[in-house]
């Protein structure tokens, strides 16, 4: 399961499951916490009630020891890539839902799903409303490599560079999902 791709369930919307070492609490705050959450994706504070502000700030290069460029068309000046939403749901420890702020103005939906399986957790990832097959093909190799660096993480390993399986995965997508996508 860790290895699977992610998978469109509707022609704007990607799901991505992965398998944690649990307990669902410790999940949760690599989810909602900045300093976990900024292990693995993104530094910023999330106001978790619905209508509260979501912030997050992404600083790909950091998330491993491994030091790899940022590829011209993700750079920043202050190489940080800013986000903002809304949270839209919730539920501690089992669910987080909020919209997050596209390149083209509009709001796509994020919404993580946790679940108890014994010892371990299933992270369900669900992004909608992607509008473009370029946003799709990007959010898609990006989830799949954040959540890979995430897996590392809680698995006590030093994960990999995000920008080379990025890119690796963005490819890989590119082959795999429907060119009638988005």
């Known amino acids: 399961m860790n290895d699977s791709y992610g998978t469109l369930i509707a022609p704007d919307t990607l799901r991505l499951q992965r398998s944690l070492p649990g307990p669902i609490e410790r999940v949760w705050q690599y989810l909602t916490e900045s300093g976990p959450r900024s292990r693995w994706l993104a530094r910023g504070e999330m106001d978790l009630r619905p209508g509260g502000e979501v912030e ?19 750079r920043t000046d202050d190489g940080c890539h800013r986000q903002q939403g809304r949270i839209l749901a919730c539920e ?5 839902s909020f919209t997050w702020r596209e ?3 509009g709001d796509s939906e994020v919404r993580f799903d946790l679940a108890p399986e014994g010892d371990r957790v299933l992270l369900t990832i669900t992004h909608s409303r992607l509008r ?3 946003m799709l093909l990007s959010v898609s190799a990006g989830w799949h ?10 698995e006590g390993r030093e994960p990999r560079s995000f920008w080379p399986a990025h890119e690796r995965l ?3 997508y590119d082959r795999r999902l429907p060119r009638q996508a988005a």
Do not use: K, N
Request: glycine share 6%; no cysteine.
């Open 56 to 74: 997050l700030m992404f600083q790909h290069d950091q998330l491993s020891e491994e030091q790899v460029p940022t590829p011209e068309r993700y």
């Open 103 to 105: 390149a083209d103005g």
């Open 92 to 96: 501690a420890p089992r669910l987080l």
């Open 170 to 172: 963005e490819a890989e």
């Open 132 to 134: 473009s097959r370029g």
């Open 145 to 154: 490599a954040h959540v890979g660096i995430l897996v590392d993480r809680l």
